[in-house]
C-alpha cells in the first residue's frame, strides 16, 4: 500500500498517516480480505470524498501489480452440541469415524467449485489473460476538487441576514440588566456568506485545450465553493468590437505594444454579448447578465488574452479593456485567471492586459492570490483602468 499512497499524493490527494492507519484498522477488524475488488472498496469508502476522487483511486489502484484473489466465505463456526445416543456405542480414539463417505466406482466425480471471479474493472482482457492496466484513464488536472473548494471557500463576507435564529447573549444580558425582570432572549440573524461571484470563461478557438480543465475549476467552485450565489457566462476572445477603433491611430508610437495614451479615453463597451452555455448557441447581453450579478459581486475572467497563440493583437487588447471597463461599472473588483504559464504571457496581448488587470495563473497558488485581490488586497498594476 506505500506504492497506492505514494500515487495518489502525487495526485494531489491529501492522504496522511491517520489515513493509513484507518487503513489498517480496518484491515485488522477483517474488511477487504475477501477480494480484490473487496479491498478496493475499502479504500474508496475511506479515503474518497467525491466522485472524482473514487475515479483517482480507482486507476491508481489498478495501475498496481496486485495478484486478483478471492477468498471464500468462512464457514460457520456455530457448532451444535452433540448429544450421545445410549443405544450407539461409543467412539474410542481406537476407531475414530471416517469423514469421507465412501463412493462407488460408477459414481461420477463431483464437479470442481469454480470460485467466481470479483467484477473489478471492466477492462480488456490481453493475450496473456491478464488485464491491460495501462488503459485505465482518469483526468490528472493540476489543481484538484478539494484543493479548489478550500481556496474558493476563503472568499468569505460575513452578513447577518435571513431569520432571527442565533442568541444574542450581549444584548440579552443589557435588556435584563436594564429592566430586572425576566424578559425572552434577544434573537438575531445568523452569519452567512454574502459573496457573489461573476465567471466570466473564453470559450473555443485557442482554449479549446483548457475546456476540460476549466469546466473542473468551474464545477468545484459550484459545488463546494460556499458562495451565496455564481453566475457563469461564456464569450469568445471578447465580449465584443469596441466601435472607438480610430483611436489606436492615434497613438504617437503605432509600433508600441501600450495604448496607455489613448487608455483614458477608451469608454466601457456599450453592447457586449455573452453566453449562458459553453457551446455558445446562447446569446446574453453583458449588461444583462452584469445587472444580475449585483454591485456587491466580484468578477473572475478565465481566458488565455492571446497567450496561447503567442502573438498580440492592439485591436484586441483594445476590446478587451473595454470589456473589462464595462464590468467594473457595477461590479466591485474584476480578476484575470490564465490557462497559460506565466511564461508564455511575454510579447502577448496577456501581457499588456496583465499591466492593467490583476492576472493570475489558473494554478492553486494563483487562485490564493486572485482571492486575497477579491478580499481587498491591492493589487500591483502598471497602470489601473
Known amino acids: 500500500m506505500p506504492e497506492l499512497l505514494g500515487q495518489l499524493r502525487r495526485r494531489g490527494l491529501p492522504l496522511g498517516v491517520d489515513d493509513a492507519l484507518a487503513l489498517r484498522q480496518a484491515l485488522a477488524a477483517g474488511f477487504g480480505w475477501s477480494s480484490t475488488s473487496a479491498l478496493l472498496r475499502l479504500c474508496v469508502a475511506l479515503w474518497a470524498k467525491s466522485a472524482a476522487e473514487e475515479t483517482q483511486i480507482r486507476a491508481a489502484f489498478a495501475r498496481l501489480d496486485l495478484p486478483e484473489w478471492t477468498v ?6 456455530t457448532v451444535a452440541p452433540v448429544v450421545p445416543d ?3 456405542p461409543p467412539t474410542t480414539l481406537a476407531d475414530p469415524p471416517d469423514p ?3 463412493r462407488s466406482p460408477e459414481s461420477p466425480a463431483p464437479p470442481p467449485r469454480l470460485t467466481p471471479q470479483p467484477p473489478g474493472l471492466s477492462l480488456p482482457p490481453l493475450h496473456t489473460g491478464r488485464y491491460d492496466r495501462s488503459l485505465v484513464l482518469a483526468p490528472h488536472y493540476p489543481v484538484t476538487g478539494r484543493q479548489v473548494a478550500q481556496v474558493w471557500r476563503g472568499l468569505r463576507r460575513p452578513t447577518r441576514y435571513g431569520p432571527a435564529v442565533e442568541l444574542d447573549v450581549p444584548a ?4 435584563f440588566a436594564g429592566t430586572g425582570l425576566p424578559t425572552p432572549p434577544v434573537l438575531i440573524p445568523r452569519r452567512r456568506n454574502s459573496t457573489r461571484l461573476l465567471l466570466l470563461i473564453d470559450r473555443q478557438g485557442s ?10 475549476v468551474r464545477r468545484s467552485i459550484a459545488d463546494a465553493g460556499r458562495l451565496d450565489s455564481l453566475l457563469v457566462g461564456y464569450f ?3 465580449a465584443g468590437r469596441s466601435p472607438d477603433q480610430h483611436l489606436l491611430t492615434e497613438l504617437p508610437d503605432p509600433f508600441a505594444p501600450a495604448i496607455d495614451p489613448v487608455l483614458r479615453l477608451v469608454p466601457p463597451l456599450p453592447e457586449g454579448r455573452v453566453y449562458d452555455d459553453p457551446d455558445l448557441t446562447r446569446p446574453r447581453q453583458l449588461t444583462e447578465l452584469r445587472d444580475a450579478a449585483g454591485r456587491n459581486a466580484d468578477a473572475v475572467v478565465v481566458g488565455d488574452a492571446g497567450a496561447a497563440r503567442g502573438g498580440f493583437s492592439s485591436g484586441r487588447l483594445l476590446d478587451t479593456v473595454v470589456f473589462v471597463k464595462a464590468l467594473l461599472t457595477t461590479v466591485r473588483t474584476v480578476v484575470w485567471l490564465n490557462p497559460v504559464p506565466p511564461a508564455r504571457w511575454r510579447r502577448t496581448t496577456a501581457e499588456q492586459v496583465a499591466r492593467h488587470v490583476p492576472m493570475f495563473p489558473l494554478t492553486r497558488d494563483g487562485m ?3 482571492v486575497d485581490v477579491l478580499r481587498g488586497r491591492p493589487a500591483t498594476l502598471e497602470r489601473a483602468l
Open 72 to 77: 471464500d466465505s468462512a464457514p460457520d463456526r
Open 86 to 88: 445410549p443405544a450407539e
Open 100 to 102: 469421507t463417505p465412501e
Open 172 to 175: 440579552t444580558l443589557d435588556r
Open 207 to 216: 482554449m479549446t485545450p483548457f475546456h476540460d480543465y476549466v469546466d473542473h
Open 236 to 238: 469568445h476572445n471578447t
Open 368 to 370: 490564493y492570490r486572485a
